[in-house]
């Protein structure tokens, strides 16, 4: 339950702009997590979420990470990527049934500028980037983060 509704915060803060705790518990009891505040901001603090200011507002981020540096949480999900390849803007990234999702959360974290979103689906996330060279890019570095 923890893992799930942590990724689902990263979801959501990546997603929409969330200023306050408050805010993110209500995101949260919509998405049918039933969190109290100490909960939220246990998370927050597991998370290391930062908070910066976007446009006049502050609002809720997670950290960006090193190549070395991973949460336990991706570090868990790096062994689940079987194959990793881009076309054009594109990166397809393969893992193994039932994890695409999870690993596509992580990758959401490394909130890298020239990724533009990703979607997956059970075994395959699609990556979209800003260019075929921004691709090429992403696609060293995820290679790199799963020694593939």
């Known amino acids: 339950m923890k893992s799930s509704r942590q990724e689902k915060i990263l979801e959501i803060i990546s997603n929409r702009n969330i200023e ?3 805010e993110l518990i209500d995101a949260l009891r919509e998405e049918g997590f039933a969190v109290t505040q100490a909960t939220a901001s246990r998370d927050i603090r597991q998370l290391k979420l930062l908070k910066v200011m976007v446009e006049g507002v502050y609002k809720y981020v997670a950290p960006k990470k090193e190549l070395n540096e ?7 999900l790096v062994s689940s990527i079987k194959e990793i390849r881009y076309a054009l803007n594109n990166v397809v990234v393969k ?5 695409a999702q999870a690993v596509a959360a992580g990758i959401d974290t490394l909130q890298e500028v020239d990724i533009l979103g990703c979607v ?3 075994d395959t996330i699609i990556v979209v980037t800003s260019s075929e060279d921004a691709s090429i890019k992403i696609c060293q570095r995820l290679s790199k983060i799963a020694e593939k």
């Open 20 to 22: 306050t705790q408050e």
């Open 70 to 76: 991973f949460s336990e949480y991706n570090s868990a």
């Open 120 to 122: 997956a689906g059970d």
């Open 95 to 99: 893992t193994v049934p039932g994890l």
